[in-house]
């Protein structure tokens, strides 16, 4: 089945600092790509939709300069977490597909 | 408001009991999804469901679409200990590019 890869599984940075989240599809070209934040225990909340070769659209609530997304070629999207803090401790998550969406095995940020 | 009703959010029962879990909505989908994921991992797709009334069969699961294509239900028979999980119901609409709309999560503990 298709696969997803994110990249890194797990970083700690300190706060004010920036961290870069890798989202590959492997075995399929992904023109769209998914960026989800769950916290423990709950669903996942989408954060963005990442469109290959133009600028990512964000849902509601979510800041735009804060996790700023780039889809530079069919295979990546990248996710950066600008000025971290503590708050933005999380793990997210990227997808790909379109019939059906496939889930990377997530990244667990910690904030300190 | 959530557009996707699901319930429990919580259950925990003993190996061998039988259970269902609920996704609710007043809005159509073109096909609905389920998902099962463990601590620390991406969620991975179980079963697509597209036709209303369709029923699809995973071993134990048995994952049904309403008639209208409003509601889905997964129900567990015979319950084990590895079944333990977060189970996940995500909607998705034509035109929409592939986004879900997420249930809010059933955590499933299964005890020996």
């Known amino acids: 089945g298709a696969v997803v890869s994110q990249h890194p599984s797990r970083v700690i940075c300190k706060s004010g600092t920036s961290v870069k989240i890798e989202c590959r599809s492997l075995?399929?070209?992904?023109?769209?790509m998914f960026w989800y934040r769950q916290f423990p225990k709950k669903s996942l909340m989408l954060m963005a939709t990442?469109?290959?070769?133009?600028?990512?659209?964000?849902e509601q609530g979510v800041e735009k300069d804060k996790f700023l997304i780039n889809h530079a070629s069919l295979t990546l999207s990248t996710l950066t977490v600008t000025s971290a803090h503590p708050e933005d401790s999380s793990f997210y998550i990227c997808s790909a597909g379109t019939s059906f969406q496939y889930f990377g095995p997530g990244t667990r940020l910690t904030v300190t | 408001t959530q557009l996707l009703e699901q319930s429990p959010q919580f259950l925990s029962i003993q190996e061998g009991e039988n259970l269902t879990v609920y996704c609710n909505s007043s809005s159509v989908f073109s096909s609905l999804q389920w998902y099962r994921q463990e601590p620390g991992e991406g969620p991975v797709l179980l079963v697509t469901?597209?036709?209303?009334?369709e029923v699809k069969k995973l071993k134990r699961l048995t994952f049904q679409f309403g008639d209208a294509r409003k509601d889905s239900s997964l129900h567990i028979t015979a319950a084990q200990p590895g079944d333990t999980g977060l189970y996940l119901c995500?909607?998705?609409?034509?035109?929409?590019?592939?986004?879900?709309?997420f249930g809010q999560g059933t955590e499933l503990s299964v005890k020996p």
């Open positions: 990442s469109n290959e070769g133009s600028k990512a659209t964000y």
């Open positions: 469901v597209v036709t209303g009334g």
């Open positions: 075995d399929f070209q992904a023109t769209t």
């Open positions: 995500a909607g998705a609409r034509n035109n929409q590019g592939g986004k879900l709309i």
